[in-house]
């Protein structure tokens, strides 16, 4: 929904709250979608309209809400309506999502609402909660459709037609055998133009793409945005299907994975909460540690800068281009990590191709290192340091762009060997090493061609 359009339904919404037309407000919000609610709810002034708004919802929309809101959000909400009502609300919503919802609350909490469902969706959420976190298992949802290969396909329509609507997606129709084993699966499509008296077995793909309960969400979402899938079944250690993971609990996952790379590319560890739900301290506790590493690594350069001393002393333009060098440097660096971490991800480059790919970097960085030194060198001259001098600076850049380019690519590529998150450590690693190296190339240059 665009802005625009977001800020005429939070204007009617808080016009109709003021006035107190709670029956038009409820009609009013029946209309818009919960992704569209739950953003309305974030924004109204307060916590009690907030709360107002929420109990003005069918329990299926109030669940599908809960589910679009941020944890530091959704809890309290929860924690101010009646332990049945929100066990009602969970019962309406798909059993993924009603376990994305109870896995952040207090275990206390969490058993309270899972005692007060009914029996069969408390057991399907407690078998979901039960699977590792981050695992294709705790995001699944097991509302299938299954279909036997003996079935017609004028029986499977009919069966679908009385089916009950819990069912989380059609579009792929899984077929199994009397023991529950993926055997087979049959797209919607054709199903319905296949003729009447085919049977299942006649016209599903065997060989089904499937992922296991314990494969860690972030391949499944790999493999669903690979092969283009709306939902890949989920099987258990004996072939058995238990679920499916659909695109949508998919582009959260992408969202969410995507969020930690980003801030550890940074040197901090992923924040557990939203930002401003997560406390001061604990983001001290994220950030501290690499930072304390990254000072004490720090100290390489001051003790280039002091080997050096002798030379910056007696040919003091040298330490005009000392912050243009390092940072060049840094650059150079961090670029060549981003583009390998990426690359990694995708699974476009493998460690065991270090050769090649460090002889890509190798190119490129020298590449563009003549192109900046050549410039480099015009510049120093316009400052009037000399040609000494700026022969120093031109020939320094291309050997520093080249060493943070192989540092950069060898860094991430040691550390996915190694079984290590590339994005915790190479980022900031990168512009420690290279403001180190890059200063004891620069200067030590300096020293054989000046001195």
């Known amino acids: 929904m665009s802005e625009r ?89 798909a059993t993924d999502d009603a376990a994305e919802i109870l896995e952040d609350l207090p275990n206390v909490v969490r058993e309270e609402l899972i005692t007060l469902m009914e029996p069969e969706e408390a057991a399907e959420v407690r078998e979901l909660l039960a699977y590792p976190e981050e695992s294709a298992g705790r995001i699944m949802t097991q509302d299938v459709v299954r279909l036997r290969r003996r079935w017609t396909v004028e029986e499977t329509l009919d069966y679908l037609r009385h089916l009950d609507k819990t069912a989380e997606t059609i579009y792929y129709l899984y077929v199994v055998d009397d023991e529950d084993h993926l055997v087979g699966v049959v797209p919607l499509r054709a199903l319905v133009t296949a003729p009447p008296e085919a049977t299942i077995g006649q016209i599903m793909t065997p060989n089904v793409i499937s992922v296991r309960v314990d494969d860690d969400q972030e391949d499944v979402a790999e493999l669903v945005a690979k092969y ?18 659909t695109v949508d609990d998919v582009v959260d ?23 401003f739900a997560t406390p001061a301290w604990a983001i001290v506790r994220k950030r501290i540690g690499w930072l304390l590493l990254l000072f004490v690594g720090g100290t390489l350069t001051g003790s280039v800068l002091r080997h050096f001393a002798y030379v910056s002393e007696r040919f003091s333009a040298l330490n005009v281009f000392v912050p243009l060098l390092i940072g060049t440097g840094g650059n150079a660096g961090s670029q060549t990590v981003a583009t390998i971490i990426r690359a990694l991800a995708l699974g476009e480059v493998r460690p065991r191709e270090a050769f090649r790919v460090m002889s890509r970097e190798a190119i490129t960085g020298l590449t563009i290192g003549v192109v900046l030194g050549t410039i480099a060198f015009g510049r120093a001259m316009l400052w009037q340091t000399g040609v000494a001098v700026a022969l120093v600076v031109a020939l320094s850049v291309p050997f520093i762009t080249l060493w943070a380019s192989l540092i950069g690519a060898l860094i991430p590529l040691l550390a996915e060997y190694l079984g290590v998150d590339p994005a915790v450590i190479s980022g900031p690693l990168i512009a420690t090493l290279v403001d180190a190296t890059g200063l004891a190339i620069y200067f030590g240059m300096a020293s054989v061609m000046l001195l």
């Open 5 to 93: 359009l977001q800020a005429q339904h939070l204007e009617t919404v808080r016009a109709l709250l003021s006035s107190g037309q709670l029956t038009r407000l409820s009609a009013y919000l029946a209309q818009l979608h919960p992704a569209d609610v739950a953003e309305i709810l974030t924004e109204v002034d307060s916590f009690r309209q907030r709360l107002a708004l929420l109990r003005l919802l069918p329990d299926e929309v109030a669940g599908e809400v809960l589910s679009e809101l941020e944890p530091d959000v959704a809890q309290p909400l929860m924690a101010h309506m009646s332990p049945e009502r929100v066990a009602d609300i969970l019962e309406e919503i």
């Open 253 to 275: 996952v992408l969202e969410e994975e995507a969020t930690e790379d980003i801030q550890r590319l940074g040197g901090s560890e992923p924040l557990d909460m939203p930002y």
């Open 228 to 245: 283009n899938f709306l939902a890949v079944p989920v099987v258990d250690r004996d072939g058995r299907l238990v679920g499916i993971v």
